[in-house]
């Protein structure tokens, strides 16, 4: 037992790893439980999911007033134009999860009337879990596709628009803090060895 003591820390420190590289989460859209109404500044809920890595096998949590509000997945057409009528599904238990079984993009909006017009919808992008981690980013913006007749450029739609803020996310998941608490009881498993 006694030439086992030395590879414990070891051990632990690689069942920890990959203990959570399997695991699927149930993540609250806008990072709390009450975010799914009209946020104070337009882009907040983008943002938030812009420092989020979504994987397939997650689950989004939608927390709403049920009387007042429900939430629509649409298509990037309908997320963008604001459009409730033809959704692709729609969600008014106020406790919704909607499970992200494929990868790619999602769109939802509010059902509630004008509430996607003040900020209340979220795109996200679902990564598959081939997906090699990189930085994480905001959902991708579409390449504009090429045109046969010449055309003016158009002003921008909001010349006094701020600039996006950097993100500052940091490249872990909630959840790997156990990771480095298993490596900082590998290192001292090994100082006192």
């Known amino acids: ?11 632990f420190l690689l069942f920890t790893t990959f203990y959570h590289f399997g695991e699927a989460r149930t993540i609250a859209v806008g990072g709390s439980s009450d975010a799914w109404k009209v946020p104070e500044s337009p882009n907040t809920l983008n943002h938030w999911a812009g420092t989020v890595r979504f994987h397939v096998g997650d689950t989004l949590l939608f927390k709403y007033d049920s009387k007042v509000d429900s939430v629509l997945q649409v298509t990037k057409e309908n997320y963008e134009s604001c459009k409730t009528e033809k959704h692709l599904k729609e969600y008014k238990d106020g406790d919704t999860k909607v499970h992200l079984n494929v990868s790619g993009p999602y769109f939802f909006i ?22 090699k981690p990189g930085p994480v980013s905001t959902p991708p913006t579409p390449s504009p596709k090429p045109s046969t007749t010449p055309t003016t450029p158009a002003a921008p739609k909001n010349p006094a628009a701020p600039a996006p803020a950097p993100n500052t996310a940091v490249g872990l998941v909630a959840g790997n803090g156990i990771v480095w608490a298993s490596v900082l009881a590998a290192i001292i498993g090994l100082v006192f060895v």
């Open 110 to 131: 509010s059902g509630a009337n004008g509430n996607c017009g003040k900020g209340e919808k979220v795109s996200i992008v679902v990564q598959s879990t081939h997906h």
């Open 1 to 11: 037992m006694a030439s086992l003591i030395p590879i414990l820390p070891f051990i």
